[in-house]
């Protein structure tokens, strides 16, 4: 495809004011044709907002949504060319899987009824459901009924798919299901997919990239391994999967290294990063669990900290420890189960140690040092 | 000893309740065994003996026929148009909140509240105060279309309550025009609603005696005609036309039903079809 990099969709500074409520502050970005784009944040960050934008449902209070290259700002839902797959996925009731999927081709009025037969039934065979056709949505599990809303979607060509929340409805395990069935007809059908979830998991393993918001903010947009890595701000390396966030202070600076002093007295030693820092600046350093290891001594000077097991939760071939800093704060290691020596014990005292590019530095010390809460192994696994 | 009571306590409900059931349902039956009187006289009271001539014969009575047939009219006419009136507003009502909603609210209530002879009487005032129309048929379809709207509308929208209105967004986001969205999805979901409300419209409008009394000039309803003939005779015809309204509004509830049980029969079949 030559045009895989052309942009189907563009947001131009928009924004989005309701009274005094700023519900999206500067969305500026742009998705490019075929790609699987999420927009992750928690609920009230904007998402669904800025999603509505591009569908037509809500209009920029300042601001241009571009779709395929033209201003469709003031224009209605029924003429942009995208797509909604509903959260609850708002299927006719009324309608039997087949005139559900027909509506959009039936509303458009360009193709005669056997070639809109012909297109529904080959959507309805993508999605695996040929053989549902003149069913009622109401007599389909949720699964099925989130495929309908797929193929109801898709069978219009739409430049790009918007979906909401899309697996937010389904268990567990059909979720995870779903994720590699998206993955596969996205692939299929080559549509870019614009995807909103607060799932970060989810975000990571289906996407090419992600928008990470927050309060109306985009915090930051990159592959879900550049965010995992190098997040942009705090708040991105505490949401994406579990971080250890150690708020310091910049003793020196070599130009690549940096020396910092965490507030529980330990002398780090840290890589620079992308920005810079200068002696007395604020810093929080983050550590990925996984990335800690088990030790008994510091061997490196500043690759490591001190402190007592207090908690070892065995998760199956992982486990988790819990190292409680003299200052109070927790580090959380994600470890080999299999390799645990035996002087990991709780109560002992014990250091983690990690790899010289494990470090990453953000500006500004975190609300609430130690171990973030969000312990969500999965997206370290799916790494 | 528990058990003693509460099955007491049970037999004690169902007395009641049929009890309940008795005391609304003795004046219908009455009037439909009094369609079989023969009375004596001019007035049909007294059960006298068993007889078929006022079926056979129901439209013996040509004024009674007549007023009938006004009614009927009258009420097909107005529900007709209360009910596309009030169905439009319950669906402005329930699609959001809007400024002077809440003010509809209240007028939209203000009818049911108001005692039947002041809305008759302001009726008749207001009629008689221009020209253009004068007191008959139209009057009457006026001040049933008033009574009724607000009917429709508050029923209409206790039905619609519950509506997902992301079909609506659905429908525009795959390119169907509002007109569209509202012909193929909005409309056949609400249309029971619609249709509940339509038939309570009609009820209240054919049987609505005070507000047409006042404003009917020289048309002469059903009720009217009944009121005046009263009078001077009650003839059994009567209770055959009402029995036949009677039976008639049975028949739709029934044909209601039954449609919806046969096609949850047909949706049953073909599950275990599809099986």
Known sequence: MTDEKRSVIELDHVRKQYGDFVAVHDANFSIANGEFFAMLGPSGCGKTTTLKMIAGFEQPTSGRVLLDGDDVSAVPPYRRNVNTVFQQYALFPHMTVFDNVAFGPRSAKKLDEARIKKDVMEMLEVVRLDKFAHRKPSQLSGGQQQ?????????????????????????????????IELKRIQREVGISFVFVTHDQGEAITMSDRIAVMSEGQVEQIGTPEQIYRSPASLFVAGFIGSANLLPATVESNSGQQ???RTTGGALLNVPQGDATFSVGDRVCV????????????????????????TDLVYQGATARLIVRQHDDTELSALVDATSLPHWV?????????WPNDCPYVLAGWPERAGATTTNVDHVEAAL | MNSLRSRIGRMGLNVFAGLGLVY???????????????????????????????????????????????????????TVISTIFGSLIALALSRRSFKGSSVINLLLVLPLTTPEIVLGSSLATLFLSQTFVDFGFITV????????????????????????????????????????TFRYVTFPLILPGV???ALLAFALSIDDFIITFFNAGSTVTFPLQIYGAARVRIPPQINVLASMVLFFSIALLVIGAVRGQRSEAVKAMKRSKNK
């Open chain 1, 147 to 179: 495929r309908v809303a797929l193929a109801r979607a898709l069978v219009n060509f739409p430049s790009a798919l918007l979906l909401d929340e899309p697996l937010a409805a389904l268990d567990l395990k059909l979720r995870e299901a779903m994720q």
């Open chain 1, 258 to 260: 940096l020396h910092v």
């Open chain 1, 286 to 309: 983050m550590l990925r669990p996984e990335r800690l290891q088990p030790a008994q001594t510091i061997t490196t000077a500043g690759s490591g900290v001190e402190g007592t097991l």
């Open chain 1, 345 to 353: 014990r709780t109560g002992e005292t014990m250091c983690l140690v």
């Open chain 2, 24 to 78: 609304l349902f003795m004046p219908i039956f009455f009037i439909v065994l009094f369609s079989f009187n023969k009375p004596k006289g001019n007035y049909n009271i007294v059960w006298q003996e068993f007889t078929l001539d006022n079926w056979l014969d129901p439209f013996s009575q040509s004024s009674l026929t007549a007023a009938l047939w006004v009614s009927l009219r009258i009420s097909a006419l107005a």
């Open chain 2, 141 to 180: 379809v006026i001040a049933h279309v008033m009574f009724q709207v607000s009917f429709v509308a508050l029923t209409v929208r206790a039905r619609i309550r519950g509506f997902d209105w992301t079909l609506e967004q659905a429908a525009a986001d795959l390119g169907a025009k509002p007109w569209r």
């Open chain 2, 195 to 197: 249709l509940a409300a």
